[in-house]
Antibody, heavy 127, light 108 residues
Framework: QVQLVQSGSELKKPGASVTISCKAS????????INWVRQAPGQGLEWMGL????????TYAQGFTGGFVFSLDTSVSTSYLQISSLKPDDTAVYYC????????????????????WGQGALVTVSS | EIVLTQSPGTLSLSPGERATLSCRAS???????LAWYQQKAGQPPRLLIY???SRATGIPDRFSGSGSGTDFTLSISRLEPEDFAVYYC?????????FGGGTRVEIK
């Protein structure tokens, strides 16, 4: 069965860096993009961007273009989110989610929705 | 960017009642690339609906989605105890992908 398993909670000081992993299983990793979504405490969902797992090409949403890096290790079916120069405002749960291409009438498009999610990784930034 | 506005913010209903959740987009969502997710406390979101009206695998048929253009609706025909949660709509037709602010369905 499809699973995305993320690394555990992290407590970091302001200015530090953190790397979150997202290990996929149960499907061909390079057939689906990995998206990253942030959820601040008590808040809604915010799309951070995605990484295409066949090419390694990342796309970052506005607001996540500096200090955020998506990467891959296809040999272990894992995607990574690195956040540098952490600020207290970066305190959130970070989710990875598989992007499934929207298909209708036998045609599949580049647009994709999120059909499987990791369990989330809480990053707390506090001095 | 397409802004999604969900209403109401909170819906207070009893088990067995019908829930109707609204998601309005600031501009037309191309080809009905609209999804709905359910999130319970401490859990990741779960895909319910994609393409505005297609149920995801394993989703009970009491959940239905409808709408096009800028107005979309998620309906839950008869609320079960496990349906009390927060629901988010998402448009995935235009980058950046965006989510609505959520509707909390709570027990009355």
């Amino acid at each position: 069965q499809v699973q995305l398993v993320q690394s555990g909670s992290e407590l970091k000081k302001p200015g530090a860096s953190v790397t979150i992993s997202c290990k996929a299983s149960g499907y061909i990793f390079t057939n689906y993009a990995i998206n990253w979504v942030r959820q601040a405490p008590g808040q809604g969902l915010e799309w951070m961007g995605l990484i295409k797992t066949d090419t390694g090409t990342p796309t970052y949403a506005q607001g996540f273009t500096g200090g955020f890096v998506f990467s891959l290790d296809t040999s272990v079916s894992t995607s990574y989110l690195q956040i540098s120069s952490l600020k207290p405002d970066d305190t959130a749960v970070y989710y990875c989610a598989r992007g499934r291409r929207h298909c209708t009438g036998g045609t599949c498009y580049s647009q994709h929705y999120f059909d499987f999610w990791g369990q989330g990784a809480l990053v707390t930034v506090s001095s | 960017e397409i802004v999604l506005t969900q209403s109401p913010g909170t819906l207070s209903l009893s088990p067995g009642e019908r829930a109707t959740l609204s998601c309005r987009a600031s501009q037309s969502v191309s080809s009905s690339y609209l999804a709905w997710y359910q999130q319970k406390a401490g859990q990741p979101p779960r895909l319910l609906i994609y393409g505005a009206s297609s149920r995801a695998t394993g989703i009970p048929d009491r959940f239905s989605g409808s709408g096009s253009g800028t107005d979309f609706t998620l309906s839950i025909s008869r609320l079960e105890p496990e349906d009390f949660a927060v629901y988010y709509c998402q448009q995935y037709g235009t980058s950046p992908l965006t989510f609505g602010g959520g509707t909390r369905v709570e027990i009355k």
